[in-house]
């Protein structure tokens, strides 16, 4: 931890030491009435020249508003304001950007009775890919972004809030802009700074390799000298309360930006799962209840950054983010086992001490080397430390409870990447990107268990070693104005080593060589309709703590453990969507290699049962969906449906008659009044064969009220799994276990968050780029 702190303060000193630059390009304006008083809401739309086709479309707040990344060109604006005329102007943009000063004149029509509708939906889709409006109040009344991604189709939050799942595409990177982030930079971000969230299911291949999806998230952008700090607090009552408190500021001097969070979670998290299964050659037959009553977790969470923009769009950041995690959390299990004519009841308890330390920093250097050439590099650290001290007691059919073992288990990692990235416009039609990044991770997991019961003591100290090297190169632009087209590859080299502390060889020593290519091309079939056609290779590497020894004590003959064997998962993609305005027909085939999931098998050298990540064969599944947004007046509907296939094989496993099953999502959303709104929605899987597992069918369903006192003060009531049906049945049979059980979710829940907001930036204007690539990894 002192190399964290070491750097965490490296990094405060280095934003001293910065100063000024220019702004970067937007298009933004001032809008006030023949008084100079701010108009205070309105609609604001860019055309192009001829006034046919909408390319913007923004709300004007407070006399303000603001488009980022606006394209040279010629284009018509037009600004609407109840009770002012409409103001319309022809616009020519050149690359620096442009403020407009609009004046609007009071519109004279006397009205007897004024009624304001929203029909604009704040979910649109786009060859394929999701796009959120964030300041809806809908969402923005949120103050955590990862209830935020809840609320979208396809997208599912682990109950544990450590992991983020897109529904056939698994989990997803998170880039900031351009810039890539981790789940804990993501977390700490302030709804109330983005705009935009937008779900990309067939990323380029400028994105790393490791991900099928892409979240990318737009932050609002800073115009002005000001101060901003919202103040968000929920108090949320799940089987246990739960109360999140974080404030984030941002300070703008006008030339260049600072921004940071705080954040205080106090958390009461609850688990339960219960499993039976035999193992026929062995005669034995084990049903297990585990059960986490209150896990008390305290969270803080907390960063700085700098922004300091350079000419001609370049820029120079730093970003530092710090996670502390304690957890206390006993654990109570009740277990039946039988083997032959054995019986035997056994009470377990678990006491639990965790804590989880987490660090990361970079650096970012941008800048326009040449007239048509621009540079981009950067490098991170980041680290991860895990510690759990264990006492385990069992209570063998009613003689009374006996300490068994005593364990103390430390796991920590550090990483360190660097990136170059050029990017040459070769014409206004093509583009051509290439780059390369090194990276270096190294980790340690020393466990120590006392058997008390038989005076023994064994110690493991394990070693991880991983080297990643990557190039890319990729070419983009537009053919005729009929064909939008973006193919590439990538290239990467990884080696792994792990081992036994002294031991006398090996436990993985691999060295791969692997080319990721990928093609999008999008046909422009009119104005109102597009055909997307994809093809994509991927792979997702396992999280380093699942290559790890650490393990888990469920019962006397359970044991939960991480596989220091796990291969990467290889996928093969080929996708098609069909867009015809707001509604789409999409499809898509995928073939993955070494796909992991959790799966019990019997260890005969441990004499036990082991549950723990394994690759099976291979996997493979298609899905047809179709997407149909919808708006009236105040009332505006997202619904999409998809059928999936989905088959999971094994050699080792009992395949199962695969069969095809539903995904369905839908969301209302109504607008009471002016500063009001109600939601309601939810989604559903069908039950499901997927090859070797069978799942069960679920249906969930939210609601929620936001309102608006003030103008700076936001509340919200959200209602979450109502019939609490978020509870996940599986069953198998592999290596010889036929196992069946549930995994019980903590979701049902009623929250109240309230926010307020002080000072008045319009948006925060800042750039970071996470350069390591195996960051969402380190956990």
């Known amino acids: 931890m002192v190399l964290n702190y070491l750097c965490f303060l490296m990094s405060h000193c280095l934003i001293i030491s910065f100063s000024f630059a220019q702004t970067p390009n937007v298009v933004s304006g001032k809008v006030v009435d023949e008084n100079g008083n701010n108009i205070a809401i309105g609609d604001v739309l860019v055309y192009d020249a001829k006034q046919k086709n909408l390319m913007k479309y923004t709300q004007l707040i407070n006399g303000s508003f603001a488009f980022d990344y606006v394209e040279e060109g010629n284009y018509y604006i037009k600004i609407s304001a109840l009770g002012y005329g409409d103001y319309g102007k022809e616009l020519l943009l050149a690359k620096s950007g442009v403020a407009l000063q609009i004046i609007l004149k009071e519109d004279v029509t006397a009205l007897e009775e004024v009624e304001i509708t929203v029909s604009k939906n704040p979910i649109t889709f786009k060859n394929g890919n999701l796009k959120v409006d964030v300041q809806n109040p809908i969402f923005s009344s949120i103050p955590d972004p990862l209830n935020v991604l809840s609320k979208l189709p396809n997208v599912q939050i682990a109950a544990n809030r450590e992991s983020i799942t897109i529904i056939g595409k698994g989990n997803p990177l998170i880039y900031l802009g351009g810039q890539r982030i981790n789940l804990e930079e993501f977390a700490s971000l302030s709804v109330d700074n983005i705009d935009t969230i937008e779900l990309i299911n067939n990323p380029s291949s400028k994105y790393e390799a490791d991900g099928r999806a892409v979240i990318l998230v737009t932050r609002k952008r800073n115009l002005v000298e000001n101060a901003k700090v919202n103040i968000n607090e929920t108090a949320s009552f799940r089987r246990n309360f739960n109360n999140y408190l974080n404030a984030n500021g941002n300070y703008s001097n006008g030339k260049w930006s600072l921004q940071s969070n705080l954040a205080y979670n106090d958390l009461g998290h609850w688990e339960s799962n219960t499993f039976a299964f035999s193992i026929p050659k062995e005669d034995v037959f084990l049903d297990y209840l585990v059960l986490i009553p209150l896990n008390n977790r305290k969270q803080i969470n907390w960063g700085l950054g700098f922004f300091h923009p350079l000419k001609k769009d370049g820029y120079l950041s730093i970003n530092t983010t710090f996670r502390l995690q304690t957890d206390a959390s006993p654990i109570e299990t009740e277990t039946f086992f039988k083997n032959r004519e054995r019986e035997d009841t056994i009470l377990t308890e678990t006491a639990n001490n965790q804590t989880k330390d987490y660090f990361s920093g970079n650096f970012n250097y941008s800048k326009q080397i040449a007239t048509k050439l621009n540079l981009f590099t950067g490098f991170q650290y980041s680290s991860f430390k895990q510690t759990l001290d264990t006492d385990i007691s069992n209570n063998f059919n009613g003689i009374g409870f006996n300490l068994d073992q005593e364990r103390n288990q430390t796991y920590q990692i550090g990483s360190l990447a660097l990136r170059l990235d050029l990017e040459y416009n070769v014409s206004d039609k093509l583009k051509w990107e290439f780059g390369t990044n090194w990276n270096e991770a190294w980790a340690d997991a020393f466990t120590k268990i006392q058997e008390i019961s038989r005076s023994e003591e064994n110690v493991i100290d394990f070693d991880y070693k991983e080297r990643l090297y990557s190039g890319y190169t990729s070419l983009s632009g537009t053919l005729k104005k009929w064909l939008n087209y973006n193919g590439g590859v990538r290239i990467e080299y990884n080696q792994v080593k792990s081992d036994i502390e002294n031991g006398d060889y090996h436990l993985v020593n691999r060295k791969n060589t692997y080319a990721f290519p990928r093609l999008n091309l999008n046909f422009k079939l009119d104005s109102t309709k597009t055909l997307s056609v994809n093809y994509a290779r991927s792979i997702s590497r396992p999280n380093f703590s699942r290559t790890s020894s650490i393990s888990a004590y469920i019962n006397p003959y359970l044991e939960g453990s991480s596989n220091v064997n ?202 970071n780029k996470d350069v390591d690539e195996n960051l969402k990894r380190i956990r």
């Open 566 to 767: 796990l291969l990467p998962t290889l996928t093969n993609e080929l996708t098609a969507n069909f867009q015809w305005k707001g509604k789409s027909i999409n499809a898509s085939y995928f073939r993955n290699a070494n796909p992991m999931y959790f799966t019990i098998r019997y260890d005969e050298i441990m004499d036990k049962a082991i549950l723990s990540p394994v690759n099976l064969n291979n996997e493979s599944g298609f899905n047809v969906g179709i997407t149909l947004p919808f708006s009236y007046k105040k009332w505006t509907s997202t619904n999409t449906i998809t059928l999936n296939y989905n088959k999971i094989e094994d050699k080792m496993a009992t395949l199962g008659e695969t069969n095809p099953y539903i995904y369905a999502y839908s969301n209302q959303q109504f607008r009471i009044g002016k500063d009001m709104m109600i939601s309601f929605g939810g989604w559903l899987l069908s039950k499901r064969q997927e090859g070797i597992f069978k799942r069960n069918s679920m249906v969930v369903l939210d609601t929620s009220i936001t309102k608006t006192f003030f103008k700076r003060f936001n509340c919200a009531l959200r209602l979450n799994d109502i019939t609490r049906g978020m509870n996940f049945e599986e069953s198998y049979a592999i290596n010889g276990v036929e196992a069946e059980g549930v995994y019980f979710a903590d979701a049902k829940e009623i929250a109240f968050s309230i926010k307020y907001v002080l000072g008045n930036v319009k948006g925060v204007r800042f750039k």
